[in-house]
């Protein structure tokens, strides 16, 4: 990993640097910005590759802009030129063409780590985040070319064509993708009445459950828990440590969560970085730390 030393002389190294290729979500709470939140929270530093513009609040999707695939390409080429990445994130692809710029890419630049979240469709509203074409080629090619990929019930019911009602489901519906040539899958029980998420890998199946938080701002916490998941891969966690720690992030982020609009809010993917206000009349003066606030003083 290369050091730059800036104009004062000094040089920090970076910390691992991480890829999202996802869709801009306007109300930050998930997609790119959600990402590159919850890299930041685990001392990873973000870049993104931006597939979609979607036109959203948080009271669902209203449409869906593509980027073309040429420009995407662009974006994740000039990203892999300039930067060395510790791992990548794929979470919305929005179509077929952004699917294969996304494969060919991949298959151009091994990367140690690649976590896909195959977002399909929206928990609210009625656009369509993948079209067809985009979730076969998905199905037939994508899911061979990473590390693991995480469903939650309704995507694993998609990308495998099973009925998935519950933790057997969500075994069955693992196997089957292991069996469609994923290396690893993890299916994310947030949909059920206790949250289990259950690991399937070539070591066997694990679960993991948490407790349920009752708060309807949990916008944005499957592409959380895959970002979470990507970034603890990319520092060093074995999957399964990663899948716990990925998992218990993402339960404290939507405990600490607050509304922003009149519908689901975000998940608090920056919980950790939370301050107290100072108290009245203390300023903080950056060179020499908190000082009473000073009247000013007539010239």
Known sequence: ????????????????????????????????????????????????????????????????????????????????????????????????????????????????????DPISRPTAGNAELLDAAGLKFLRDELLKRVGVITPNIPEAELLTGMEVKDVAGMKAAGQKLLEMGAAAVIVTGGHLEKPIDVLCDAAGIDMFGADHVKSPNTHGSGCTFSSALAAQLACGQQLREAAILAKAYVTKAIEKSYPTGKGAGPVNQLFRFHQEPPARGVHEVPQHGMHAAAEPTAH
Do not use: W
């Open 1 to 116: 990993m290369s050091t730059h030393t800036n104009h004062y002389g000094h040089s920090n190294l970076p910390p691992p640097i991480l890829l999202t290729i996802a869709g801009f979500d306007p109300t930050c709470g998930a997609g790119v910005a959600a990402d590159l939140k919850t890299f930041a929270a685990h001392n990873c530093y973000g870049v993104a590759a931006v597939t979609a513009l979607t036109v959203q609040s948080t009271q669902g999707v209203r449409a869906v802009h593509a980027m073309p695939a040429a420009v995407l390409r662009e974006q994740m080429e000039a990203l892999i030129e300039d930067s060395t990445l510790a791992g990548v994130k794929i979470g919305m692809l929005a179509n077929r063409a952004n699917a294969g710029v996304v494969a060919e890419f991949l298959d151009s630049h091994k990367f140690a780590h690649v976590v896909l």
